[in-house]
């Protein structure tokens, strides 16, 4: 039998794929590498394409947008991307997390008002508990 | 009969409240078990990566990243995770509380704090406090998308990149169970370094391209999926304390319908038992 590798692929939001592979196809960024077992440690970045896991009857694909690829002599891990990602695209989320928070900070005072906030904090503390114990008396 | 019609209008008003608070508490269990469910899928993810954050640090890289160097605290970032909608009892408040008392013990040593907010609950509180908000986020839905939160994020690592923050705290709530959840503030920044400092063989990884390059885009990465870990635990819990506060309303307004109820009854016996003694009585007369 052919020796195998144990490939993990999975993106922020699910496990996409997890087995063992006799080779592994990775779109990085200098261009397309082929893995087989007991590879040197490697840590890549991807860029867009696809990953084809070659096992032993078959070959699977995955598209991914981007991502790392992280190899270990008997282990290799995908950690694939949802979106894809770019530097510029990055930035614009950036000015629109910074923007939206700029409307907001028009109105701001000078200073943090810790007092206040505990108080505001406790109050709202205190109502709860109030509530509580109405439920409490209530049951009796 | 005209007895009681005070009552029953009150008795009606109620029941209609507690129609709403038992369809919302229906709502929320429905959304926590599916809350539930995406925290599972998103746990292999923060696993994996978490491996290589690992290996990384077994791995004797040449070039040490700015993410995992200790400097002088002079100013603190903190990612404060809050639900976007209230009706969720104590969830929110316990976890400002938590928050501002963070705020306040690097306050006392002299470091200012910026602030960055995802959820419009804290926003508003953070707001109204006058803190200072450099990013935020808010209606991410029932599923948040890490794409979501990239621009939040990227604000904070920025700005511990530029060297204007100094450490990177994240603080969320805990989905312990249905029952509990716990407020945390977990450092980000700079990655704690790795606690067994044995003397293994000595290798590196090879990079490609660059172990800048590699080393940021992971590291990046690994933060992302930790503040998505923290949105992702804050949505179950908010869907749970949402379901146990709308329990409870949807039980007390049964007690106080039970109440009007046996008012109301008492009043219509009251008032026949009068009717029958005015009828008595007027025949004994005649």
């Known amino acids: ?140 | 009969m005209a007895v009681g019609k005070e009552i029953r209008k009150q008795i009606k008003s109620i029941q209609n409240t507690q129609k709403i608070t038992r369809a919302m508490e229906m709502v929320a269990a429905s959304k926590m078990r599916k809350a539930q469910e995406r925290m599972q899928t998103a746990r292999p993810y923060a696993q994996k990566i978490r491996n290589v954050i690992r290996h990384l640090h077994e791995a004797h890289p040449e070039y040490k990243h700015p993410f995992v160097l200790e400097r002088e605290t002079r100013r603190v970032g903190m990612i404060v995770v809050t639900s976007d909608r209230g009706l969720c009892g104590g969830l929110n408040t316990n976890l400002l509380r938590t928050a501002v008392q963070a705020m306040q013990e690097w306050h006392e040593k002299n470091v200012d704090v910026d602030v960055c907010n995802i959820g419009s609950k804290g926003f508003a509180f953070y707001k109204r406090l006058g803190a200072n908000i450099v990013s935020h986020a808010s209606h991410l839905g029932d599923t948040p998308r890490v794409e979501d939160l990239i621009g939040t994020v990227k604000v904070m690592l920025d700005a511990y990149t530029e060297e204007k923050l100094d450490r990177l705290f994240l603080v969320y709530s805990r989905f312990v169970n249905t029952m509990s959840q716990q407020p945390m503030v977990e450092q980000l920044l700079p990655l704690p370094p790795a606690e067994e400092e044995q003397l293994k063989h000595h290798w590196d990884y090879i990079y490609e391209p660059e172990s800048k390059d590699v080393l940021d885009d992971l590291l990046t990465r690994y933060i992302e999926a930790r503040v998505y870990r923290g949105v992702m635990d804050n949505l179950a819990c908010e869907q749970a304390a949402r379901m146990v506060a709308m329990k409870s309303a949807s039980d007390n307004a049964g007690n106080l319908i039970e109440d009007l109820r046996l008012k109301y009854n008492k009043a219509r016996q009251a008032a026949i038992t009068q009717e029958i003694s005015e009828i008595v009585a007027g025949a004994a007369a005649v």
Not at chain 1, 30 to 50: D, N, S
Not at chain 1, 112 to 122: M, S
């Open chain 1, 1 to 140: 039998m052919a020796m195998t590798i144990h490939v993990d692929i999975v993106s922020a939001e699910e496990e996409i794929y997890s087995g063992t592979a006799e080779m592994l196809f990775a779109p990085l960024a200098t261009g397309e590498v082929g893995v087989l077992p007991r590879h040197a440690p490697l840590l890549a970045r991807m860029k867009p394409g696809e990953v084809r896991v070659r096992t032993g009857s078959e070959e699977l694909f995955f598209y991914v947008s981007g991502g790392i690829l992280e190899v270990q002599p008997h282990v290799i891990t995908v950690l694939a991307d949802t979106v894809v990602r770019a530097k510029d695209l990055d930035e614009a989320e950036v000015l629109k997390a910074k923007e939206r928070a700029e409307a907001a900070m028009k109105s701001r005072q000078a200073k943090v008002d810790y007092a206040r906030a505990q108080a505001e904090l406790a109050e709202a503390m205190a109502q709860l508990r109030a509530i509580q114990k109405l439920r409490e008396r209530a049951r009796k």
